[in-house]
T-cell receptor, first 109, second 113 residues
Framework: GQQVMQIPQYQHVQEGEDFTTYCNSS?????IQWYKQRPGGHPVFLIQ?????EVKKQKRLTFQFGEAKKNSSLHITATQTTDVGTYFC?????????FGAGTQVVVTP | DAGITQSPRYKITETGRQVTLMCHQT?????MFWYRQDLGHGLRLIYY???????DKGEVPDGYVVSRSKTENFPLTLESATRSQTSVYFC????????????FGQGTRLTVV
């Protein structure tokens, strides 16, 4: 069945630095989504990528969908303490949402 | 606008007991999902439903039962709770097969002792 792998599992970042988290699917996806979960909270939708090679930006966050629609990345520039949380990529296989294990981000002031 | 609500928020139960977690959404979304979240595993799909009276297994369905007699409700039942089912459970919904932005409930923290 479909598997979504996400790396790294943990990311310690100093405030102001950049980092990237990567997502790989074992199968071609119809689209990929990214969610953020703050400590103690629930996942919240960030963005959806649909087209091959698509790149979208949300302020300091840049999301990319691979050409083969099997991988994706999230790049955060100038990390802030508000970026703390776990970022999940989610593979969408025709309505069935498969979560990656997430990248837990810790920001050091 | 209530959105999607889960109850209870916290539950402690004994091994072997049956327990039901409730999920209610007010948007008439077609799809509903149950996930469990454990350290190191992210969110794992237990069951999902594409519409009323249509349910399907996810990644970890064993020990769980779901039903969906009405579009707005999607209860999850642990037939005979085990300690390995101690977890945080999230219910989510999406509008339809094409509009798949998921909206999550606040979660239910279940402890089986």
């Amino acid at each position: 069945g479909q598997q979504v792998m996400q790396i790294p599992q943990y990311q310690h970042v100093q405030e102001g630095e950049d980092f990237t988290t990567y997502c790989n699917s074992s199968t071609t996806l119809s689209n990929i989504q990214w969610y953020k979960q703050r400590p103690g909270g629930h996942p919240v939708f960030l963005i959806q990528l649909v087209k091959s090679g698509e790149v979208k930006k949300q302020k300091r966050l840049t999301f990319q969908f691979g050409e083969a629609k099997k991988n994706s990345s999230l790049h955060i520039t100038a990390t802030q303490t508000t970026d703390v949380g776990t970022y999940f990529c989610v593979g969408d296989s025709w309505g069935k949402l498969q979560f990656g294990a997430g990248t837990q981000v810790v920001v050091t002031p | 606008d209530a959105g999607i609500t889960q109850s209870p928020r916290y539950k402690i139960t004994e091994t072997g007991r049956q327990v039901t977690l409730m999920c209610h959404q007010t948007w008439s979304h077609s799809y509903m999902f149950w996930y469990r979240q454990d350290l190191g595993h992210g969110l794992r799909l237990i069951y999902y439903s594409a519409a009323a009276d249509i349910t399907d297994k996810g990644e970890v369905p064993d020990g769980y039962v779901v039903s969906r007699s009405k579009t707005e409700n999607f209860p999850l039942t642990l037939e005979s709770a085990t300690r390995s089912q101690t977890s945080v459970y999230f219910c989510a919904s999406t509008r339809d097969r094409m509009n798949t932005e998921a909206f999550f409930g606040q979660g239910t923290r279940l402890t089986v002792v």
